[in-house]
């Protein structure tokens, strides 16, 4: 979209999505997964600053519109995944990460994200001194670059209407059920 600006949440995140994704392009088909951690007092602090709701609250999408983030700050970790595979990811031929964006989105491999429930702190954990040990609260996400062309293809033939997010023949596919058409739920500027 023209003039779209991303989500804030989401930029804080671009170097940990591209260690999480570049581990997926190694390793196509296989979940890849790190622990998210709830945003300190410092990320919730700069959230308010912005103007932005709780890090800690409900996801703003609805449920039934795909990936359940969970929370706002899960939501801003999935959207930075997507936003560098999308423009960013290296070629088919391998290499690094590009600098510049692409001329065009890319559109080959399915992206699976899956953010799990919340594992609150190991007793040793204080969040006054987080560098003295313990483990902080915290979520896991899992990644998966699942296969493209004819096997995606057949995958999606065999998916019910209500499970899909384009529905219809393929090249004239619409939105559908699960489509999340996101931009009409942005909470930033």
């Known amino acids: ?14 170097g940990p999505a591209r260690r999480l994704l570049a581990r997926a392009y190694a390793h196509p088909g296989a979940w890849q997964q790190i622990w998210l951690p709830d945003p300190d007092i410092r990320a919730r602090t700069w959230a308010a600053a912005l103007g932005l709701p709780d890090l800690t609250g409900p996801d703003p999408l609805p449920k039934g519109g795909g990936l359940d983030a969970r929370t706002r700050w899960g939501r801003g970790f999935a959207r930075s995944l997507y936003f560098q595979h999308k423009w960013y990811s290296p070629g088919a031929k391998g290499g690094g990460w590009r600098s510049d964006r692409r001329a ?77 058409g996101a931009y009409k739920y942005r909470d930033w500027a």
Do not use: Y
């Open 1 to 14: 979209m023209p003039g779209a600006t991303r989500d804030p949440v989401s930029v804080r995140f671009d």
């Open 104 to 180: 065009s989105p890319r559109n080959t491999g399915g992206l699976r994200v899956e953010i799990g429930r919340h594992v609150p702190a190991s007793p040793g954990f204080d969040p006054a001194r987080p560098m003295a040990g313990g483990l902080p609260p915290r979520r896991r996400v899992r990644v998966q670059l699942a296969a493209g062309g004819k096997a995606k293809d057949a995958a999606v033939d065999r998916m019910a209407n209500a499970g899909r997010a384009f529905t219809g023949p393929k090249g004239a596919r619409t939105p559908g059920p699960r489509w999340g």
